[in-house]
């Protein structure tokens, strides 16, 4: 991360706000070419496609996403900076109307949550050169109908949840608005810049070292090491872990509840290892890319081990009190992990595909011993 003058991060920050809410929210998608650089690139997910290019591949994501939710409202719920990095967290509320990863208009209502890093670029203007983003895409799939909710592996569920989800898919369409940008939709007014929203509390260069601490530790010790026993030392008794419904069996509180998500990811992934890509401390917040590798061979939320390797990425941000970690914010690649382990169908996947969905979801379960013995063995050699 490179370091930067407040002018030239308050320039920065002002750059995503009028990304956020001028192409955005007030579908001005035309301004990507003076925010965002010719050589930019967004880093996507696999499911979502090949890595964007440039302003032209930003105007592209807004697009899509508009016009599959034509009356999206966007809340800005943490946005802050350091160096040469800006993070923003959202929240996304609005109606399917549009298609959406190939999923036809469906006419349901769905919220959702975006976490973005940006890095701007050293130059006047600050122009934002590179962004990482994850988003909730396997829960707005489940809201729409077109993922199972997680867990559905056993034959009969499975085998019930894609005939019920072919026959209405051929047999109920919701009409697309028309034309583009569609009528009545209504365009987020953009409200002023007043810089960053969280993390404004003053902190030294050693307070910002101390509040990396505990999330550094977090990733080594506690996941790489499994050394479980450390949420006492590193979460705050007040803790709050936010994530979406479907990433957590229950809501996260204190140590203790920590302690036992933490269990449950080492017993479906007992290998799991995590590295920490990005790292950004700002007052009281700290943001980190964290890229987390491993292999499926127990079971976890409901899903019977699979064997599958899988290669994880997520963006975590933190809040610190006294030194510990006392509420955290996880947006993390469900819908990348589900599609490697094939417990979910390939977005805009037809009413054929549905039943083929069931059909290799059956050889998946059917092989995976061979697959988990395969994984133990090149374990032990």
Not at 80 to 97: E, Q, S, Y
Not at 190 to 207: I, V
Request: aromatic share 8%.
């Amino acid at each position: 991360m490179t370091l930067a003058t407040e002018p030239a991060l308050r320039a920065g920050l002002e750059t995503v706000w009028a990304y956020l809410h001028e192409c955005g929210g007030a579908r001005q998608h035309a301004l990507a070419d003076r925010l965002v650089t010719r050589e930019a690139r967004l880093h996507n997910p696999l499911w979502l496609g090949p890595d964007g290019r440039g302003a032209a591949g930003a105007r592209d994501q807004l697009v899509l996403l508009h016009r599959a939710f034509p009356d999206l409202r966007t809340e800005v719920e943490d946005f802050f900076g350091a160096g040469d990095r800006v993070v923003a967290r959202l929240i996304h509320r609005g109606t399917h109307r549009g298609p959406w990863l190939g999923v036809p208009a469906t006419g349901r209502e769905v919220q959702f949550s975006q976490t973005l890093i940006f890095r701007i670029e050293d130059g006047p203007g600050g122009r934002i050169a590179e962004i990482w983003q994850q988003a909730d895409a396997l829960g707005t799939l489940i809201t729409l109908g077109a993922a199972p909710p997680l867990g559905t592996t056993s034959a009969p569920r499975a085998l019930g949840w894609a005939i019920a989800t072919a026959h209405h898919r051929a047999h109920h369409r919701v009409p697309q608005d028309q034309p583009w940008p569609w009528r009545g939709t209504d365009r987020q007014r953009t409200p002023a810049f007043r810089g960053a929203l969280s993390g404004t509390a003053p902190a030294s260069a050693e307070l910002l070292e101390a509040n990396a601490l505990p999330l550094r530790r977090w990733i080594a010790e506690c996941v790489n090491e499994q050394a479980v026993h450390i949420c006492e030392e590193i979460f705050h008794e007040s803790y709050r872990g936010h994530s979406p419904p479907h990433a957590e069996p229950e809501p996260l509180r204190g140590p203790k509840g920590y302690e036992r998500f933490i269990r449950g990811i080492l017993t479906g992934f007992p290998d799991a290892k995590a590295t920490i890509e990005d790292l950004i401390p700002v007052g009281d917040r700290v943001a980190c890319r964290v890229r987390m590798t491993g292999t499926h061979l127990g079971p976890y939320r409901g899903l019977p081990p699979t064997g599958r390797p899988f290669s994880l990425g997520q963006i975590v941000i933190c809040r610190i009190e006294d030194g510990k970690i006392v509420e955290s914010w996880q947006e993390i690649d469900a819908l990348g992990l589900m599609l490697g382990f094939g417990v979910v169908p390939r977005p805009g996947s037809g009413s054929a595909g549905y039943l083929l969905w069931f059909a290799r979801l059956a050889a998946t379960l059917a092989t995976a011993p061979r697959r988990i013995a395969a994984a133990g063995k090149g374990a032990r050699a």
